[in-house]
């Protein structure tokens, strides 16, 4: 793959991280599929404030029950503020330039990381599909609340993923779901954007009654395939294409998060989010107003 051009503005990212197993691997992921850019690594530190061993070791010191809440709460910034230095590290490591924040916030979860990635004026947003509980924010489920939310592309990656996917990271194309709508196009402009290096891919999927055909784009493969199941439900559309990206051993999967009008406008959206329960990639979701 040829070199990102050093005289391109760096992408800004926003990575939400809670030191799990699976937040660790989006950093990762993302440092693989995107070598150049400026990150924020962020930590949503939402009660209970402190990691159940942390909290013991504090109930043990607290004089009285002001005492206590006091020291959970210096204590648990202090953690959260360490774990989120490590996460930067991380980044650093994979040849990021990253920075740590720690936001406090008593749910919303979703909305907090789509009011950052406003406040950072963010290309893009990354989360690992699975998190932890406890003092960790839940990234499993944060990540379907930021999909919907997000003002901008969301990078959602699995874990854990195979060394055939971890390799496809490596050098795999970029494979764009389409059906032709502007949302679909909005989401091939945004691939070519994130990843002007990557060979890309238009994959359509054919259905009854539906000419899904992709426009020839320059520099764009375009593939149709027949749906694998039953024509017209989203999960079946989501599992076509997320079998022909295993097929072609795509790096990332890219959807708009909305597709033609009425129902069919619902029908993608469905697909969108049905992807990133089938899908053993990395899948990019571009907003209806992304562009």
Same mark, same amino acid.
């Given at each position: 793959?040829?070199?990102?051009?050093?005289?391109?503005?760096?992408?800004?990212?926003?990575?939400?991280?809670?030191?799990?197993?699976?937040?660790?691997?989006?950093?990762?992921?993302?440092?693989?599929?995107?070598?150049?850019?400026?990150?924020?690594?962020?930590?949503?530190? $939402?009660?209970?404030?402190?990691?159940?061993?942390?909290?013991?070791?504090?109930?043990?010191?607290?004089?009285?029950?002001?005492? =206590?809440?006091? =020291?959970?709460?210096?204590?648990?910034?202090?953690?959260? $503020?360490?774990?989120?230095?490590?996460?930067?590290?991380?980044?650093?490591?994979?040849?990021?330039?990253?920075?740590?924040?720690?936001?406090?916030?008593?749910?919303?979860?979703?909305?907090?990381?789509?009011?950052?990635?406003?406040?950072?004026?963010?290309?893009?947003?990354?989360?690992?599909?699975?998190?932890?509980?406890?003092?960790?924010?839940?990234?499993?489920? %944060?990540?379907?609340?930021?999909?919907?939310?997000?003002?901008?592309?969301?990078?959602?990656?699995?874990?854990?993923?195979?060394?055939?996917?971890?390799?496809?990271?490596?050098?795999?194309?970029?494979? %764009?779901?389409?059906?032709?709508?502007?949302?679909?196009?909005?989401?091939?402009?945004?691939?070519?954007?994130?990843?002007?290096?990557?060979?890309?891919?238009? =994959?359509? %999927?054919?259905?009854?009654?539906?000419?899904?055909?992709?426009?020839?784009?320059?520099?764009?493969?375009?593939?149709?395939?027949? *749906?694998?199941?039953?024509?017209?439900?989203?999960?079946?559309?989501?599992?076509?294409?997320?079998?022909?990206?295993?097929?072609?051993?795509?790096?990332?999967?890219?959807?708009?998060?909305?597709?033609?009008?009425?129902?069919?406008?619902?029908?993608?959206?469905?697909?969108?989010?049905?992807? =990133?329960? *089938?899908?053993?990639?990395?899948?990019?979701?571009?907003?209806?107003?992304?562009?």
């Amino acid at each position: 793959m040829t070199a990102p051009d050093s005289g391109a503005r760096r992408l800004r990212v926003l990575v939400g991280y809670d030191g799990s197993p699976s937040s660790v691997n989006a950093i990762e992921a993302a440092a693989t599929l995107l070598p150049s850019v400026t990150a924020t690594i962020l930590h949503l530190w $939402e009660p209970p404030f402190t990691s159940p061993e942390l909290r013991h070791r504090v109930f043990d010191r607290a004089a009285n029950p002001e005492a =206590l809440g006091r =020291l959970i709460e210096s204590e648990g910034r202090a953690e959260a $503020e360490r774990l989120t230095g490590n996460g930067a590290k991380l980044a650093r490591a994979g040849g990021w330039e990253a920075e740590p924040l720690v936001k406090r916030t008593f749910g919303g979860d979703g909305y907090q990381f789509a009011r950052t990635a406003e406040e950072l004026d963010a290309d893009l947003v990354v989360v690992g599909s699975r998190g932890l509980g406890g003092m960790r924010a839940s990234i499993g489920s %944060v990540s379907e609340l930021v999909v919907p939310a997000s003002p901008v592309p969301v990078l959602v990656v699995p874990y854990p993923m195979t060394t055939l996917e971890w390799a496809a990271a490596e050098s795999g194309p970029v494979v %764009v779901g389409t059906d032709g709508s502007p949302p679909a196009q909005r989401a091939l402009a945004a691939a070519t954007e994130l990843f002007p290096h990557r060979r890309r891919l238009l =994959l359509a %999927v054919e259905e009854p009654g539906v000419s899904p055909a992709p426009s020839a784009v320059e520099g764009t493969e375009s593939v149709t395939v027949p *749906c694998t199941g039953r024509a017209g439900r989203p999960r079946a559309t989501a599992t076509t294409l997320a079998d022909e990206a295993t097929r072609r051993r795509a790096a990332v999967l890219v959807v708009g998060s909305r597709g033609r009008g009425g129902a069919r406008e619902a029908l993608v959206g469905h697909v969108a989010r049905a992807l =990133l329960h *089938c899908a053993h990639r990395p899948v990019l979701v571009v907003p209806s107003r992304a562009g």
